[in-house]
């Protein structure tokens, strides 16, 4: 199996990258730490389909249950060789995500890419929203948890926790209000309070809150550069 294998539904780590695109400039908001907040994304999506656990601050695969998409599948063979520390995990993961994911979007048409010259001698690509509107849907999800003060998903605390860790939420400031209320809940869910009704089983929804808040824990000391 290849990285290129994708699942039918997208990833979480698509979800995040397309949530980080900003339509309005065509750029990806937090590229300094977008390596390991994608890598994170990886991790939580493993935990979220039972394909990780979690001991002794550790991180290992489970054993004769890897994931059918390429991208996960790579990181679950790296963290099937032995168990690994977040930071470790994130540091060997995240760097090489940016553009397989990027091209994910662009083939599903969540992003668009546009041919451009700059000055008018030099090829150029510029990416501007795509037509699928599930961008703005993911955004109304994450609203809801942080402004709405919504029971989360599982998957969408995962979101908006990944969101937060990355640095970028004032940039949403148009659709998701920088408030304190706002900060406050995102802390909450960077720290795993996702609340008892989050819709997953609760051994799937603790080791996908350990497995976000250690990688948290680890972006906040990784380099920014």
């Known amino acids: ?90 540091a060997a993961i995240g760097p090489a995500l940016r553009k397989p994911v990027l091209e994910r979007l662009v083939a599903r048409g969540d992003i668009d890419q546009e041919p451009r010259k700059v000055l008018g001698l030099f090829r150029t690509t510029a990416l501007r929203e795509g037509r699928t509107e599930r961008r703005a849907r993911l955004l109304a999800d994450v609203r809801q948890v942080l402004v709405d003060g919504a029971e989360p998903q599982a998957r969408v605390a995962a979101l908006a926790a990944l969101l937060s860790a990355s640095g970028t939420l004032p940039q949403f400031h148009r659709e998701i209000p920088w408030t304190s209320s706002v900060i406050s809940r995102a802390k909450e869910l960077e720290r795993g309070d996702w609340g008892a009704d989050a819709a997953a089983e609760a051994v799937t929804r603790t080791v996908t809150a350990s497995v976000v808040n250690s990688a948290i824990v680890a972006i906040t000391v990784l380099p920014r550069s």
């Open 1 to 90: 199996m290849t990285a290129d294998s994708r699942s039918d539904a997208p990833t979480l780590v698509e979800d995040l990258l397309l949530l980080l695109f900003q339509p309005r400039s065509g750029t990806i908001a937090g590229e300094n730490t977008l390596f390991y907040v994608l890598g994170g994304a990886v991790l939580a999506d493993l935990a979220l389909g039972d394909h990780l656990t979690t001991a002794d601050r550790k991180l290992r695969s489970v054993p004769g249950h890897p994931p059918s998409d390429g991208l996960l599948r790579s990181a679950w063979d790296y963290l099937a060789e032995k168990p690994r520390g977040v930071q470790t995990a994130l």
